[in-house]
């Protein structure tokens, strides 16, 4: 593992969460959640960011998948913003458009220790596999707000939901990739001088 790498896990009554991340891998991943699509979509995260990423997850999918999917993003979130350390010299900024098929999805963020989460998509199903759809929006917020990220998530059009939730983590993968590329010099990306 790299520098910019972390391991974390979060134990509750409700989950049992563990993440391992390295942010300068090759997009390998091993992914199981217990919930298909959700590991489906971290996959895609994973190949598109080229983040090494492992995660494993127990949770009271008897009661639903909110609690886990909330936790994975948690834990994932707390991964990244401990990979990242003080900042030095990545690009700070990423933004991507992805289509796929009738849809075209787009992420833009900002990696500012300021989170904050703007979703835009609207779902017609309530689940699409194993996942709630409702989830989506989950699993984001706990991902910006516990990576200290501003994420900006949209759906410009698109019909199929599968597809408009798979845009998303692709565009996702593809903009956390341009913003966590090292830039040409070691400064923290800020007029402040901290990020």
Do not use: Q, W
Request: one cysteine or more; proline letters at 2%.
């Amino acid at each position: 593992m790299s520098d910019r790498s972390s391991r974390r896990e979060r134990i509750t009554k409700e989950t049992s969460v563990r993440v391992e991340i390295d942010l300068d891998g090759n997009g390998n991943s091993e992914i199981n959640t217990g919930i298909g699509f959700l590991d489906h979509m971290l996959t895609l995260f994973s190949f598109n960011s080229k983040v090494n990423l492992d995660v494993f997850a127990k949770g009271d999918s008897y009661v639903c998948d909110h609690h886990t999917i909330e936790d994975i993003g948690i834990t994932l979130g707390e991964a990244f913003k401990e990979s990242l350390g003080d900042k030095h010299g990545i690009n700070r900024y990423g933004t991507f458009y992805v289509p796929m098929d009738e849809t075209l999805a787009l992420a833009s963020i900002d990696v500012s220790n300021r989170p904050f989460l703007v979703f835009d998509c609207d779902f017609k199903r309530e689940k699409v596999g194993e996942m709630s759809t409702e989830m989506v929006v989950e699993f984001f917020r706990a991902f910006a707000f516990n990576a200290g990220i501003t994420l900006h998530l949209k759906v410009l059009y698109g019909e199929n939901d599968h597809h408009k939730i798979e845009a998303l983590f692709k565009a996702f993968g593809r903009a956390i990739k341009e913003a966590i590329s090292r830039s040409s010099d070691n400064d923290i990306p800020s007029t402040k001088g901290s990020l």
